[in-house]
C-alpha cells in the first residue's frame, strides 16, 4: 500500500482526503470528495505519464459517482471515470513491431489483468469484494444491479419533468457502464475476427453480463426498448415550453446549474439514446459472432444458450406493433436496422416465395433485391398488405432504403461499391457498371413520419425519396393495390 506516488504523494495520503472520522456535516464530506477528485485528476490526468489510481481510489472515485449527494460530485466523477477510461484502457490493441507494414494482422491484443473494472464479474473483483474491509470498495455492478440500473433509465427518462439528481445521476451511470462494455467489446471483436479464438470473446464484459443466470435478458430487452421508442414518442421532440416547465418541477439545486438548461436536456436525451443504440448493436454482434464460433464447434457447454436478440425484438414489434414506428425512428444503426427490417418483412411474407425445381437460388435470400423482386409482384404485394398493411409495408420500404442509403455512404467512401448486405444493385438499378443511386438527399423530418404512422399516407413524398425506376413501379403497385384492399 502507498505504492502510488507522484510528487511523494502516496496513496494514504489521498485516501485521508476523504476519511470521514470525526464530527463533520455534509457539505464538509462533500468539500472533501471534491477535493479528493481534484486531487486524483491532478496526480493521474493531467501529467502526460501519470501514474494509473489504485483499486482503493477506483473505488472512491466510483462510490462517490454512485451516491449521488450533489449535482457537482456526480458530474466530476463522471468525467473523472470517463477520463480515466480513455487514459488508462483495461483492454487494447497495440501495433506489433515483428509484423510487415503490408500485412493485415498487425495488432497484438493486451488486457491488463490488474485493471480496475466497475463491474463484479471475473474472479479479480469477486476476489477482492470478498477480502477487503474498505467501506469504498462496495457497489460495484453485477448483472442484477445492472437491470436494475436500465430499468431506472427507462423510468427516469419517460418523465423528464420528475427528473431529480439521484435520475440524473442513474442516466450517466448507464452511460458510463455502456461506455466501459464498449471499450472492452470492440477490441476483442477486432482480434476476434483475426483469430477466431472465441476464448477472447468469451471472457469479454458483455458475454459475461448476458450469461449470467442472474439477468432477465428479455427483461433487459425490454427495458432497452422502452427507452427507444417509449421516451421517444413523448420526449424526442422537447420544445421550448416543455423545457422550460421541466425546469420549473425541478429542485432548485438543479436548476441553478447549467446541465438542466433545455440544451442540455436534450443532450442529455440524445446521449442516452446513443448508449442504447450501441449496447443493442453490440450484443446483435455478439450474438453473430457466437453463432459462428458455434457451427465451427468453438464453443462449449459454458457458453450456455440465450435467444437472439433479433428474434426477441421481432417478437416484440410483431405483438406490439405500436413500438414499430418508433422504434425505427429511434434506431438508427443501418446495419442491424436493415437486417430487423427485412426479417420482419420476411416474416410475414416468406411464404409468397415459391421455389420451382429449375431455381437454381432461393427466393428467401433475406435480401433488400429479394423483397423488391415480391413486391414487384401484384399478388404478392396485395397478400402482404392484407396481413400487415399499406402503412407499415410503405414504413419498412422507406426506411430500409434509407438504412440502405446510408450503408453505401459508409461503403462509398471506403471506395467499395458493392453491399455486404447481398443487396442486388441490378435488381435496384438495372446498370451493374453504376454506382448506387438511391441518394436523394431529404431526411424524414417529422411531418413525414406522423404522415407514415397516423395520417394520410404521403405518397408524393415517398416517391420523391426513393426515386428509382424499380421502386417506383413498385411504389405504384401498392398505390393501386392500397385503393382495392
Same mark, same amino acid.
Given at each position: ?10 496513496? %494514504?495520503?489521498?485516501? /485521508? ?67 480515466? %477510461?480513455?487514459?488508462?484502457? @483495461?483492454? !487494447?490493441?497495440? @501495433? ?106 468469451? %471472457? ?10 442472474? *439477468? ?35 429542485? @432548485? ?17 440524445? /446521449? ?46 410483431? !405483438? +406490439? ?9 429511434? =434506431? ?6 436493415? %437486417? ?11 411464404? =409468397? ?5 429449375? +431455381? ?11 423483397? *423488391?423482386?415480391? =413486391? +414487384? ?23 430500409? =432504403?434509407? /438504412? ?6 459508409? @461503403? +462509398? ?73
Amino acid at each position: 500500500m502507498g505504492d502510488l506516488r507522484s510528487g511523494g504523494i502516496p496513496e %494514504e495520503n489521498l485516501m /485521508a482526503i476523504i476519511d470521514t472520522s470525526g464530527l463533520k456535516d455534509s457539505q464538509d464530506v462533500a468539500d472533501d470528495e471534491l477535493a479528493f477528485l481534484e486531487s486524483v485528476r491532478a496526480i493521474s490526468i493531467v501529467p502526460e505519464e501519470g501514474p494509473v489510481p489504485t483499486r482503493k481510489m477506483y473505488d472512491a472515485i466510483f462510490k462517490i459517482f454512485t451516491d449521488k449527494q450533489s449535482l457537482e460530485l456526480i458530474m466530476g466523477s463522471y468525467l473523472l471515470l470517463c477520463d480515466l %477510461e480513455k487514459i488508462f484502457p @483495461r483492454v !487494447y490493441l497495440t @501495433r506489433s513491431d515483428k509484423c510487415e507494414p503490408c500485412t493485415s494482422s498487425i495488432d497484438d491484443f493486451v488486457v491488463v489483468p490488474e485493471a480496475w473494472s466497475p463491474f463484479l464479474f471475473g474472479p479479480e473483483n469477486v476476489v477482492w469484494e470478498r477480502e477487503s474491509t474498505s467501506a469504498y470498495s462496495v457497489g460495484l455492478v453485477d448483472s442484477s444491479k445492472f437491470l436494475l440500473i436500465t430499468h431506472d433509465v427507462a423510468e427516469a427518462l419517460s418523465s423528464l419533468q420528475s427528473m431529480d439528481i439521484k435520475s440524473l445521476g442513474t442516466v450517466l451511470l448507464f452511460q458510463y457502464l455502456v461506455r466501459v462494455i464498449e471499450d472492452d467489446f470492440l477490441p476483442r471483436c477486432a482480434i476476434y475476427k483475426d483469430t477466431e479464438d472465441w476464448t477472447i470473446l468469451r %471472457e469479454s464484459l458483455l458475454n459475461q453480463l448476458l450469461g449470467s443466470r442472474r *439477468l432477465s435478458f428479455k427483461t433487459l430487452v425490454r427495458d432497452c426498448l422502452c427507452i427507444l421508442t417509449g421516451t421517444l414518442n413523448n420526449h424526442g421532440d422537447i420544445n421550448h415550453y416543455d423545457q422550460k416547465k421541466s425546469q420549473q418541477n425541478l429542485p @432548485r439545486d438543479i436548476c441553478d446549474h447549467d446541465v438542466f438548461m433545455p440544451n442540455a436536456v436534450t443532450e442529455l436525451v440524445n /446521449a442516452t439514446y446513443a448508449s442504447v443504440r450501441t449496447f443493442i448493436s453490440m450484443i446483435m454482434e455478439l450474438d453473430t459472432l457466437k453463432n459462428e464460433a458455434s457451427m465451427s464447434s468453438r464453443t462449449s457447454r459454458t457458453d450456455g444458450l440465450r435467444t437472439p436478440l433479433l428474434e426477441i425484438i421481432l417478437d416484440e414489434l410483431t !405483438y +406490439s406493433k405500436e413500438l414499430l414506428f418508433p422504434f425505427l425512428q429511434g =434506431f438508427s444503426e443501418a446495419k442491424w436496422k436493415m %437486417e430487423i427490417i427485412l426479417r420482419y418483412i420476411w416474416k410475414y411474407c416468406g411464404a =409468397f416465395s415459391v421455389q420451382t425445381r429449375s +431455381s437454381t437460388k432461393s427466393l428467401d435470400d433475406r435480401t433488400l433485391g429479394a423483397v *423488391l423482386k415480391l =413486391f +414487384s409482384n401484384e399478388a404478392n404485394s396485395k397478400k402482404a398488405i392484407r396481413k400487415i398493411s399499406i402503412q407499415v409495408v410503405l414504413m419498412l420500404l422507406s426506411h430500409g =432504403f434509407q /438504412a440502405y442509403n446510408l450503408i453505401q455512404e459508409i @461503403r +462509398s467512401s471506403l471506395g467499395l461499391y458493392t453491399s455486404s448486405l447481398g443487396i442486388s444493385l441490378v435488381s435496384i438499378r438495372g446498370d451493374p457498371s453504376r454506382k448506387p443511386s438511391i441518394v436523394v438527399p431529404m431526411p424524414m423530418g417529422k411531418d413525414f413520419g406522423h404522415d407514415l404512422g397516423h395520417g394520410p399516407l404521403n405518397y408524393r413524398l415517398i416517391y420523391l425519396y426513393i426515386r428509382t425506376g424499380s421502386t417506383t413501379r413498385i411504389m405504384k403497385i401498392l398505390w393501386h393495390i392500397s385503393r382495392r384492399v
